[in-house]
């Protein structure tokens, strides 16, 4: 009995098949994309960070750095954000009001009533502001701490049989209690 190999080698079953020649296809597409999503990560986190040095890194290091990167951005964003923008607010207005006093005082034919009256609106609008983000800062910490609104007329909406409930209206200030910048 000799094997007949002419029809053993003309016959390959599906599964050989598949071992023999779709498996390592599937698996250097499979590495193809892998290779082009690392490429594509790593240029990303190149542009985020602004440092080319990790286009020099090998594949794990530049995982490592990606992951780190990551990982800054989600604590950052966490982080609360501070108060910023309204105290350079605040100190812009100080030195515009500061700047309008210098010009008012080095002009000859300026009236010194107008600039009584000037300085005390400027100083009231800015009292007015410093209350208003007190107020906002009171409410945020509130609502932080219990989760809700502070009363009813938080969301700016009330009905008048509310507002006995709501805070009153802040009065305007005399004029006796000029504020002056220097």
């Given at each position: 009995m000799a094997?007949?190999?002419?029809?053993?080698?003309s016959f390959v079953s599906k599964t050989q098949h598949y071992l023999k020649v779709k498996k390592p296809l599937l698996e250097r597409q499979r590495r193809a994309r892998m290779n082009k999503c690392l490429d594509t990560l790593k240029t990303l986190v190149a542009e985020f960070q602004g440092d080319d040095a990790i286009l020099r890194l090998d594949k794990a290091e530049m995982l490592e750095a990606a992951?780190?990167?990551m990982r800054k951005q989600v604590i950052k964003q966490q982080a609360p954000v501070s108060p910023l923008p309204m105290d350079s607010f605040k100190n812009g207005y100080m030195n515009a009001v500061s700047e309008i006093s210098r010009v008012m005082a080095c002009t000859p034919a300026m009236s010194v009533?107008?600039?009584k009256t000037v300085m005390t609106h400027l100083?009231?609008?800015?009292?007015r502001m410093l209350q208003s983000d007190q107020q906002q800062q009171q409410q945020q910490s509130q609502l932080e701490s219990?989760?809700?609104?502070?009363?009813?007329?938080s969301s700016g909406y009330h009905s008048d049989a509310e507002e006995s409930?709501?805070?009153?209206?802040?009065?305007p200030e005399a004029t006796n209690s000029m504020w002056r910048p220097w």
């Amino acid at each position: 009995m000799a094997p007949q190999t002419v029809n053993e080698t003309s016959f390959v079953s599906k599964t050989q098949h598949y071992l023999k020649v779709k498996k390592p296809l599937l698996e250097r597409q499979r590495r193809a994309r892998m290779n082009k999503c690392l490429d594509t990560l790593k240029t990303l986190v190149a542009e985020f960070q602004g440092d080319d040095a990790i286009l020099r890194l090998d594949k794990a290091e530049m995982l490592e750095a990606a992951l780190v990167f990551m990982r800054k951005q989600v604590i950052k964003q966490q982080a609360p954000v501070s108060p910023l923008p309204m105290d350079s607010f605040k100190n812009g207005y100080m030195n515009a009001v500061s700047e309008i006093s210098r010009v008012m005082a080095c002009t000859p034919a300026m009236s010194v009533d107008v600039g009584k009256t000037v300085m005390t609106h400027l100083g009231v609008e800015f009292q007015r502001m410093l209350q208003s983000d007190q107020q906002q800062q009171q409410q945020q910490s509130q609502l932080e701490s219990t989760g809700r609104p502070i009363s009813p007329a938080s969301s700016g909406y009330h009905s008048d049989a509310e507002e006995s409930d709501a805070a009153p209206s802040p009065k305007p200030e005399a004029t006796n209690s000029m504020w002056r910048p220097w």
